[in-house]
């Protein structure tokens, strides 16, 4: 059975005010559509022609925006709620491999803090700290109503940025530590068992790289 025209229209003018992975943008297609037949079987019962049967099943919807405004919403919090998790949940893997690596090898090759290591420091507790803050911050807006607009939504975008931001602050900072803890002094470490978390951090930049990016597609469409 075909698709009524009347419906491919209103699934396309959806398709465009969609935002996401183009997988779940599909997802939501196809289940706008399997309810848009289903209710113009039910109008055809009393209706003959199919067409004006799928013109009543799309004012029963009611208007594109609105339905793609509902469905970004959830997308939204969704994309905000995993990455926070991520982004928090990444710091204790950070601070274990780090602690293993650096505390099983050589001892520490300063007598004083150098000003590199202090700024180093610095910037992994910031990091740390926006974070955690904002992660928390985002699980705590995404866990409200559906819909429920305004500051609650800007909790929850405000809230992923920022851990998204702080966790790259920790994965830079960790690369300016072990740089130049392995210029100045390269006999300090065993890079043996650095090389794993050395990996890690550079991976999980480039990830949280491309995460923020995406969820700012996400959240600003026309600025991506």
């Known amino acids: 059975m075909s698709t009524p025209p009347a419906l491919e229209h209103y699934a396309d003018r959806l398709a465009r005010r969609l935002v996401g992975p183009p997988a779940r943008r599909s997802a939501i297609i196809d289940e706008v559509l399997d309810g848009l037949l289903c209710a113009?079987?039910?109008h055809a019962r009393s209706c003959p022609d199919p067409e004006e049967a799928a013109r009543a099943a799309v004012a029963e919807w009611g208007p594109p925006d609105e339905i793609a405004a509902a469905y970004n919403d959830a997308?939204?919090?969704l994309s905000a709620g995993r990455l926070s998790l991520l982004a928090?949940?990444?710091l204790p893997l950070l601070a274990v491999s780090y602690a293993v690596a650096l505390l099983g090898g050589p001892r520490g090759p300063w007598p004083s803090?150098?000003?590199v290591l202090m700024a180093g420091?610095?910037?992994l507790g910031f990091g740390c700290v926006l974070c955690l803050t904002g992660?928390?911050?985002a699980l705590r807006g995404g866990g409200g109503l559906p819909g429920a607009a305004g500051r609650r939504a800007a909790a929850v975008t405000?809230?992923?940025c920022a851990a998204l931001v702080g966790v790259l602050c920790v994965l830079v900072a960790l690369i300016v530590l072990l740089l130049n803890r392995g210029l100045t002094h390269p006999g300090s470490?065993?890079?043996g068992a650095v090389a794993a978390p050395a990996a890690l951090t550079v991976l999980a930049v480039a990830y949280f790289s491309v995460a923020l990016r995406r969820f700012l597609a996400v959240v600003r469409p026309d600025r991506a």
């Open 158 to 160: 405000s809230g992923t």
């Open 75 to 77: 997308t939204l919090r």
């Open 88 to 90: 928090v949940g990444v």
């Open 40 to 42: 113009a079987e039910e």
């Open 121 to 123: 420091i610095g910037l």
């Open 113 to 115: 803090h150098p000003p």
């Open 189 to 191: 470490l065993d890079w």
């Open 135 to 137: 992660g928390v911050a």
